[in-house]
């Protein structure tokens, strides 16, 4: 016969290693309040609740909707126009807006359709208000675009 095999037993962590496991969830609780404090300091300034009253009317004056709570333009948008306003008028991001001005259909039956110019007139206005500089680039990459009065008021 053979004898059993012996397995180490290892009891509670010894005083070493609690130090270091108490160590290392104070360091983790201590991210996690300072990522909780940075993450709720948006970015709400005079400035950016100025700008973002100021395409609120942009948008009501050419009759396309307002997100109701004014804070979702100031957090996402802020002072800067954000994301929005970071490469506008790039290869990829026009690609983009053109796959998604089609028909709908999943596979072979996807066309391109003639659009409203109100579909991208609010992403005009949102580079108007915060980023005037980009705007004629971002212009300039949609003027072949053929558009029509397809959106029902």
């Not at 039956?109 to 949102?126: K, Q």
């Not at 675009?145 to 959106?151: A, P, S």
Request: with cysteine; hydrophobic share 40%.
């Amino acid at each position: 016969m053979t004898a059993p095999i012996s397995v180490p037993v290892h009891g509670p962590p010894s005083g070493g290693n609690r130090r270091m496991y108490w160590a290392v969830g104070a360091v983790a609780i201590a991210l996690a309040v300072i990522g909780l404090i940075t993450f709720s300091a948006n970015n709400r300034t005079a400035e950016a609740e100025q700008k973002a009253q100021e395409l609120t009317q942009k948008f009501q004056q050419e009759g396309l909707r307002v997100p109701a709570d004014q804070n979702i333009l100031i957090r996402s948008l802020g002072t800067d126009g954000g994301n929005v306003c970071e490469n506008p008028g790039n290869a990829f991001g026009r690609a983009l807006l053109l796959d998604q001005l089609t028909n709908g259909a999943a596979f072979v039956g996807r066309r391109p359709v003639i659009v409203d110019s109100r579909i991208l007139r609010g992403e005009a206005l949102i580079l108007e208000t915060y980023c005037p500089d980009e705007l004629a680039q971002f212009q300039a990459k949609f003027d072949d675009l053929k558009f029509d009065d397809t959106i029902k008021d």
